[in-house]
């Protein structure tokens, strides 16, 4: 079975660690594509990154269509091009932030989001609305460290911790849940130093995708996310006419 995980950003250090992540939740059945689209940011921190983000994610769906991909993840926390992308897909899509959000309330009775900047929290806000978990959710904390500076910044692991700290203590939340694909490679030392389940949606879209392949569940092909009517496109999206 082949999974294809996408970054949504064109950073291919960030690809490796997130290929990394899904592969140790995947399964020995299961191949993990991690993929960097050709057109898009470095990094996704903006409604503007996110919006030019999707024409790269929707692009390497189509490339995974053609390969036979079993699944798909969309791994950035904002879930960029999630509709878009059940309409041009067979098999499930999952967002990191839904399938993150969706495990932490099965997992307990409240969880907060620790995320990296301040700017995103409104928008996290928003997905948790969507998603209908506003009344398990306790509270969203935002590190102040820019996405790409998770990797090369030494102070970035303390500085996650302390946030998980206070969603623990302060809000009482009994479930953390990651709020970047960058920080998946924190979550097995943080679950130590908290003693909660602490959730990197990456693993957990990656697992709950291949479960979903695996009893034969695709994206319906009814209504809002049947595939989309065919029409032209111009200019830069004209290879984008479905």
Do not use: Q
């Amino acid at each position: 079975m082949l999974i294809r995980v996408i970054n949504p950003n064109t950073t291919e250090a960030m690809t490796k660690l997130i290929g990394e992540s899904a592969s140790l939740a995947a399964g020995p059945d299961v191949l993990v594509e991690a993929v960097t689209p050709a057109m898009g940011p470095a990094s996704i921190e903006s409604h503007y990154d996110e919006a030019l983000s999707v024409p790269g994610v929707l692009a390497e769906i189509a490339a995974g269509e053609n390969d036979g991909a079993a699944g798909f993840v969309i791994a950035c926390f904002g879930d960029p091009g999630l509709d878009a992308a059940r309409e041009r897909a067979t098999g499930p899509v999952l967002g990191i932030a839904e399938a993150a959000m969706r495990a932490a309330s099965s997992l307990g009775r409240a969880f907060s989001v620790v995320t990296t900047l301040d700017r995103s929290v409104g928008r996290t806000w928003e997905l948790i609305d969507r998603y209908g978990v506003r009344s398990t959710c306790r509270g969203v904390r935002a590190c102040e460290i820019p996405v790409l500076d998770l990797e090369s910044d030494l102070s970035a692991p303390a500085r996650v911790l302390a946030e998980c700290l206070a969603a623990r203590d302060d809000d009482g939340a009994d479930v953390i849940v990651l709020g970047c694909a960058g920080m998946g490679d924190l979550c097995a030392d943080l679950t130590a130093e908290l003693g909660l389940p602490v959730i990197d949606g990456v693993s957990v879209a990656t697992g709950m995708v291949a479960a979903l392949a695996r009893l034969g569940l695709r994206t319906t092909n009814r209504g809002e996310y049947a595939p989309p009517p065919p029409k032209g496109y111009t200019g830069l999206l004209r290879d984008f006419g479905a």
